[in-house]
Structures are given as structure tokens and as C-alpha cells.
């Protein structure tokens, strides 16, 4: 007898269904704690990139008031940009009027946009921003619905 249990465990293959249950109880704990998670990352990579297309814009302005320090009104909108400083705008490219994108010529230069969707409803908007207060914005893109980048404070709501 105990000849014929060893065989019939040997011959036997596969799971049963207790042990497939279990395994896809553990996967399913797994997805509903990462799902969430990744989604968050998403997000706050999406306001990343927005981050980094205004400061592409501000770099390409530099260069334009350096190259046109004439420039009579102080001011560079996207489109003088786009005309050999800047080839893409990123983000800012989807903005209605590309002359509401533009940077003001100071001591840092400025930028000032309108709000700009980079996930879902989730907007931000840059009044008279320079490179430093986008730099030292900490805020989370999956924490706020609505984000406001100054020269002196951050915005969230």
C-alpha cells in the first residue's frame, strides 16, 4: 500500500484549487496596494515635465533678449520663441494663443502662462515665474488640483 500512495504522489501535477485561490488572493492585495501608487507616480511626473518645458522656455528667452537685447517692448511670446530658440514648447505648444505664453525681460526674466492641463482636471498656471521659484516648488502634481508657480509663493488648492 504505501508502494501505491509514493506512486500516486509522484504522478501528481499541478495545483489545487485552495493553493490557485490563495496565489491569486495575493496578487490582487499586491495590485490594489500598487495601482494607487503608480498612478501618483504618473502624475507627479506629468507636473515634473511641465516644470521642465517652463524652464526650457525661460532658457530659450535668455538667449533671445541676449541676441535681441533692442527688443523695445521687453517681452518674448511663444512664437518669437518657437522663430529659432526654442523647437518645442512641450506642453505649452496646446495653449490656445501662443501669445498668451510669454516672458518678460527683467532681473530674472519672467514667465507668465495660462492655466495649463497636465492630468485629468489637474491645471498650473505661471504668473511672473522665474527659474528659481520653479525650481524650488515642492509641491507633489498628484497632491493639488490646482497649482500656481510665482516669482514669491506657490499656490495649491
Not at 82 to 96: E, H, M, N, R, T
Amino acid at each position: 500500500m504505501k508502494k501505491f500512495i509514493q506512486k500516486k504522489l509522484k504522478e501528481q501535477k499541478g495545483m489545487t484549487l485552495i493553493e490557485l485561490l490563495a496565489v491569486i488572493v495575493i496578487i490582487a492585495i499586491i495590485a490594489a496596494i500598487a495601482i494607487p501608487a503608480i498612478g501618483n507616480i504618473i502624475e507627479n511626473s506629468r507636473y515634473g515635465a511641465v516644470k521642465s518645458d517652463a524652464s526650457n522656455v525661460l532658457s530659450a528667452a535668455n538667449i533671445y533678449f541676449t541676441e535681441n537685447p533692442e527688443d523695445a517692448d521687453g517681452k518674448a511670446t511663444l512664437t518669437e520663441l518657437k522663430a529659432g530658440y526654442l523647437q518645442s514648447a512641450g506642453i505649452f505648444d496646446k495653449v490656445p494663443t501662443a501669445a498668451d505664453v510669454y516672458v518678460t525681460k527683467s532681473n530674472p526674466n519672467t514667465l507668465t502662462s495660462p492655466a495649463v492641463k497636465y492630468s485629468g482636471d489637474k491645471t498650473i498656471t505661471f504668473t511672473g515665474a522665474t527659474q528659481d521659484a520653479i525650481n524650488s516648488n515642492t509641491t507633489k502634481g498628484s497632491a493639488v488640483k490646482t497649482v500656481t508657480i510665482t516669482t514669491t509663493t506657490t499656490t495649491t488648492n
